[in-house]
C-alpha cells in the first residue's frame, strides 16, 4: 500500500514516510491509495476482543510494511493502565436502549486527543526506524485546546525530538492552558498566541510549506512533522474505535453482527469523523455520520448547501475545542468522495484560500448527504442539554458532548430513523467545569470561583470523582510562558530550532 497527497498523485510514499513528513509539500493531506476491506466474519470475534487486539488488527491493514510484533508492542505501549484510568480504555456506557456513549477521555489528559496521541510516538519511532532515518524530529502543532496537551504528554522526553504546541492565548479554557503550561518534558515548547485557532493552524501550515526553512533544518539534520490530524499517523488510531465501539454495542446486545449503527460526532477540525468515516468505507455497517457543530457551523452549512465559506464572524463558546473555521481533514473527505480526483480537491483549496470559499458539484454533495447528516446547537441549547441529561439520567456530559447529544434528539425527530446510535464523548466533564456546573447549578453557582475551585464544587455536587490528570492542577508550576503575535511564530520556531 502506498499514500499520495489529496492535491496530487506523483509522489507514492510508504506509512512509515508520510508518518515522519505529517503533511505533504504541496499543502496537501496523505491519504491511502486504497482503502482496506475489513472482513465482516472478523467482525463476529472483535466483540470477544480486547480494545488493544482490536486497535492492532484495525491499524495492520493500513501499515504493511510493519511486523505485526511491531504493532502489538506499539500498541500495548500506548493503551494500558499506567496511560488510562478504566481497563476497557474506550468503554461504550448504554444510557437508554439505542442510545450510548463512547467514552474516548480517560487517558492521561482526560480528552480524546490521547486515543490516537499515546500512539503516534509509537508509530513515528518504528517509521523512523523503518526509513533508516537518523534526523531529529521535530514536532509542530497548533491545538484548540486538547491535541496541545496530548501532544505534550505523548512526545515528551521522547529520544530525538522537541515538540512546539501553539495555542490561541484567549482562545482555550483555563483548565486546557494551565495542562498545557505546565508541561514537564525537557524537549516541550509551549507557545501563546494572537488570533484564533485558525490563525494558529494557518501558521502551522505556512512554516511546513517554506523551502527556505526546510533547507535549514536539513542541514541540521531536523525534519518537521505534526501532531495534528493532518498527519495520517494521528488519525489513524481513531478509526480502531469505531470499529471497538461497534463490538461494544454487538456486547451490549444493541445490534447483530452486520446490522447498522449510527454515530454522533461532535466536529471541528473534521478529523474524528473523518475516522468514521474511513471505518465505514473499510466495511463497518454505519447508516450515518451525524456531524454536530456549535454556533461555528461552517460545517453545518457546508453539508446543508454544498458551499463551503470561511467568511463568518468567529464566535468563542462554551465548547472551545470546535471553534474552528477551516476544517482541515475536509479535504481528506473531498478527495474520497471525488474518487482521487486531486485536481478538483486543488482547485477547491485554492479558491478557499484565495476566495475564501469554495462550492461543491451538486453529485459530490449528494453523495456526501448519502453518508452524513450535520446540524448545530447554539449556546443555550447546550447548556440546556446538560441540564437535562444530568437530572434525567444522572450523567454528565462535557458541552461538545452535549452538541452531540442534541444533534442527535434533533435528528431523530426530524428524519424518524431510530437505528441505534452512539454518541462520541470527546472530553471529561470536568475540563469545562465551569459550563457544566453553570448548567445544572445555575450561574450563581459560579460567583467569585475560579475555573479550579470549580472542578471541587462539581465533584462533590455530583458525586462524580475528578479524573487524577486535573488533581490539583492550579498548584503546578507555571513552566511555559512564551507568548507571540502569530506573524512571530515562524520566528519563534526558528528561535527553538536553530540557534
Known amino acids: 500500500m502506498k499514500y499520495v497527497s489529496t492535491r496530487n498523485h506523483e509522489d507514492k510514499l510508504t506509512a512509515a514516510e508520510v508518518i515522519i513528513k505529517g503533511i505533504a509539500p504541496d499543502g496537501g493531506l496523505y491519504v491511502p491509495e486504497i482503502t482496506p476491506q475489513f472482513d465482516l466474519t472478523m467482525m463476529g470475534i472483535l466483540p470477544s476482543c480486547t480494545f488493544q487486539e482490536r486497535v492492532a488488527v484495525i491499524i495492520e491493514q493500513f501499515l504493511p510494511e510493519f511486523s505485526e510484533k511491531e504493532i502489538d508492542k506499539a500498541v ?60 531529529k524530529i521535530a514536532i509542530l502543532t497548533a491545538t484548540s485546546g486538547d491535541t496541545g496537551k496530548a501532544a505534550l504528554e505523548g512526545f515528551k522526553d521522547v529520544p530525538g525530538t522537541k515538540i512546539i504546541v501553539f495555542y490561541p492565548f484567549d482562545g482555550v479554557s483555563a ?45 541540521k539534520n531536523i525534519k518537521l512533522s505534526s501532531a495534528n490530524s493532518i498527519n495520517w499517523g494521528r488519525l489513524l488510531p481513531q478509526i480502531a474505535y469505531y470499529f471497538s465501539a461497534y463490538a461494544e454495542m454487538q456486547n451490549h446486545k444493541q445490534i447483530g453482527l452486520s446490522e447498522k449503527l449510527n454515530f454522533v460526532v461532535p466536529s471541528g477540525n473534521f478529523g474524528n469523523i473523518l475516522a468514521g468515516y474511513y471505518a465505514k468505507a473499510m466495511g463497518l455497517p454505519i447508516n450515518k455520520l451525524i456531524c454536530a457543530s456549535n454556533s461555528n457551523n461552517v460545517l453545518a452549512e457546508f453539508f446543508t448547501t454544498g458551499k463551503y465559506n470561511r467568511k463568518r464572524n468567529f464566535m468563542k463558546t462554551v ?50 448527504k448519502e453518508v452524513f447528516w450535520a446540524d448545530w446547537i447554539n449556546e443555550e441549547d447546550t447548556l440546556r442539554t446538560i441540564n437535562k441529561v444530568y437530572f434525567e439520567r444522572g450523567y454528565l456530559l462535557d458541552p461538545h458532548t452535549a452538541v452531540a447529544w442534541r444533534s442527535l434528539e434533533r435528528y ?38 475560579d475555573e479550579f475551585q470549580m472542578l471541587d464544587i462539581l465533584a462533590k455536587g455530583t458525586g462524580w470523582p475528578i479524573p487524577q490528570p486535573l488533581q490539583g492542577l492550579d498548584k503546578r508550576p507555571v513552566l511555559h510562558g512564551s507568548y507571540c503575535a502569530r506573524e512571530e511564530m515562524k520566528e519563534i520556531v526558528n528561535a527553538i530550532l536553530l540557534d
Request: hydrophobic residues 40%.
Open 412 to 449: 431523530r425527530k426530524q428524519t424518524g430513523d431510530v437505528t441505534p446510535s452512539v454518541i462520541v464523548s470527546t472530553a471529561s466533564p470536568f475540563k469545562f467545569s465551569a459550563a457544566v456546573l453553570g448548567a445544572i447549578g445555575g450561574m450563581d453557582v459560579l460567583h467569585d470561583k
Open 319 to 368: 465548547s472551545p475545542s470546535m471553534d474552528i473555521i477551516v476544517s482541515s481533514n475536509l479535504e481528506r473527505l473531498l478527495y474520497l468522495v471525488s474518487n482521487g480526483d486531486s485536481e478538483r480537491v486543488s482547485s477547491w483549496m485554492n479558491q478557499l484560500a484565495t476566495n475564501g470559499e469554495y462550492c461543491i458539484d451538486s453529485k459530490t454533495a449528494a453523495d456526501i
Open 76 to 135: 500495548a505501549a500506548a493503551y494500558n493502565q499506567k496511560n488510562f484510568s478504566v481497563k476497557e480504555i474506550a468503554p461504550v456506557v448504554l444510557l437508554e436502549d439505542g442510545t450510548a456513549v463512547l467514552e474516548l477521555w480517560h487517558g492521561p489528559t482526560a480528552a480524546f486527543k490521547d486515543m490516537a496521541l499515546q500512539l503516534l510516538p509509537q508509530l513515528l519511532k518504528l517509521s523512523m526506524k523503518k526509513t533508516k532515518d537518523k534526523s
Open 175 to 219: 483548565v486546557q492552558k494551565q495542562q498545557m503550561v505546565t508541561t514537564e518534558g525537557k524537549n516541550t515548547y509551549v507557545i501563546g498566541c494572537s488570533g484564533n485557532f485558525d490563525d494558529a493552524q494557518t501558521g502551522v501550515k505556512n512554516i511546513f510549506a517554506d523551502k527556505e526553512l526546510a533547507q535549514e533544518l536539513l542541514a
